[in-house]
Nanobody
C-alpha cells in the first residue's frame, strides 16, 4: 500500500515555473513506477509525464516536452519541474504509482496505475 501526497501547486504567471512534489509513504517505494497526470475543468484526465522505478526511463506528453521534467530521488519523492508555463497548463495535477518489477517500465495510461494522490491545483495566468 502506498499513500501519495502532492504539493507545490499554486498561481503563477505565464512563462513562470513551478516544482511539484509527490511524497510517498509505505515501503518499497523504489519498486514503484510513477506518473503525473492532470485534469482541467471540463476535460478528461491526461498524461503529463512518467518515470520508471529505477529513474532511468522517462517519458512525457508532446504538449509538455522541453518544458516539464519528471525526476525522483527514491527517498520517496517524485518531482515535476514545470518551466515556461502556459495558460493551457492550468489543471489539477495528480501523481500516481504502480508497483513494477521491471526497472524500465513506465506507462502513459492512467488505467495502469493503482495509487493516486489527492491532486494539487496549478493555475497559470496569461
Amino acid at each position: 500500500q502506498v499513500q501519495l501526497v502532492e504539493s507545490g501547486g499554486g498561481l503563477v504567471q505565464a512563462g513562470g515555473s513551478l516544482r511539484l512534489s509527490c511524497a510517498a509513504s509505505g515501503r518499497t517505494f523504489g519498486s514503484y513506477a510513477m506518473g503525473w497526470f492532470r485534469q482541467a475543468p471540463g476535460k478528461e484526465r491526461e498524461f503529463v509525464a512518467a518515470i520508471s522505478w529505477s529513474g532511468g526511463i522517462t517519458n512525457s506528453a508532446d504538449s509538455v516536452k522541453g518544458r516539464f521534467t519528471i525526476s525522483r530521488d527514491n527517498a520517496k519523492k517524485v518531482y515535476l519541474q514545470m518551466n515556461s508555463l502556459k495558460a493551457e497548463d492550468t489543471a489539477v495535477y495528480y501523481c500516481a504509482a504502480v508497483m513494477k518489477y521491471s526497472s524500465s517500465w513506465y506507462s502513459s495510461s492512467s488505467d495502469d496505475y493503482d495509487y493516486w494522490g489527492q491532486g494539487t491545483q496549478v493555475t497559470v495566468s496569461s
